[in-house]
C-alpha cells in the first residue's frame, strides 16, 4: 500500500521507508494534513497497539514542534532541539514514535515573526511579551493533524512526553487518550534560563527544581 488515509480523511500518509540516524534506524512516513506536511518517526521493532505487546503499555509518543534554529541549528536560546534529540534517543530505546509538526515554528508565529520577537527579547522582553508586543499570539499551534496521524498509526493511546499542559489538552480534546505525562525536562543554559522559566512561569510549562 503506498499511502495511508485516516478515516476522517484527515491527513494522508506515504509508504514508510528507513532512516538510519545517529540514534538508530527510524521508520519514517511523510503525512499531508489540513495544517501543512509532517513527519512520522516510528522506532524499528516497537509493536503495534495490540500485536504482542502489553495493552496496558500504550506507546511512548513525543509531539514535537518544528524549531529551524533548535532543531538544524543547535541554538541554545530555546531546548528544542536537545528535546528533539532526547526524545529520538529515548524512543529508540522504549518504541514509539516522534511527531514531527512542521508548520509549528515560534509556536505557530513562523519563522520571520519568531526572529523579530528574538529581536524583542534581546531588547528585555520575555517570550511571551515579546509575541504580545508584536500583536500575536503567545500559542497559535493546532494538533489536529497530529492526532489524526496517531489515529493512522494506531496510537489511539499514548505515553506523551512533554511538559506542556496545552499539548496533551489539546491531543486529549481531539479524541487521543493521554494515558501518562512523560517528563521531557532538559538542564537549563545560561542563554535559556529565562526562556524556562517564563514557559514555567507563564504558561504553566511541568518544569522541576533543576530549572530554578
Known sequence: MSEMRTPEGGVTGTAPIDLPTPHGTFEVR???????????????????????????????????????????????RCDCGEQLEKALETIQREGGAVIYMRGHEGRGIGL???????????????????????????????????ADILRALGMGR??????????DGALASLGIEVAEIVPSVIAPRVANRRYLETKREKMAHRLGPSHD
Open 30 to 76: 511523510a503525512w499531508r494534513g489540513h495544517d501543512g506536511e509532517h513527519m512520522s518517526l516510528l522506532a524499528r521493532g516497537s509493536a503495534w497497539p495490540g500485536e504482542g505487546s502489553d495493552a496496558s503499555q500504550p506507546p511512548l509518543v513525543r509531539v514535537h514542534s518544528e524549531c529551524a534554529t533548535g532543531d538544524i541549528f543547535g541554538s541554545y
Open 112 to 146: 520571520f515573526e519568531k526572529i523579530r520577537a528574538y529581536h524583542l527579547q534581546d531588547l528585555g522582553d520575555d517570550t511571551v511579551e515579546a509575541n504580545v508586543h508584536l500583536g500575536l499570539p503567545v500559542d497559535a499551534r493546532r494538533y489536529d493533524d497530529a
Open 158 to 167: 499514548v505515553r506523551l512526553m512533554t511538559n506542556n499542559p496545552e499539548k
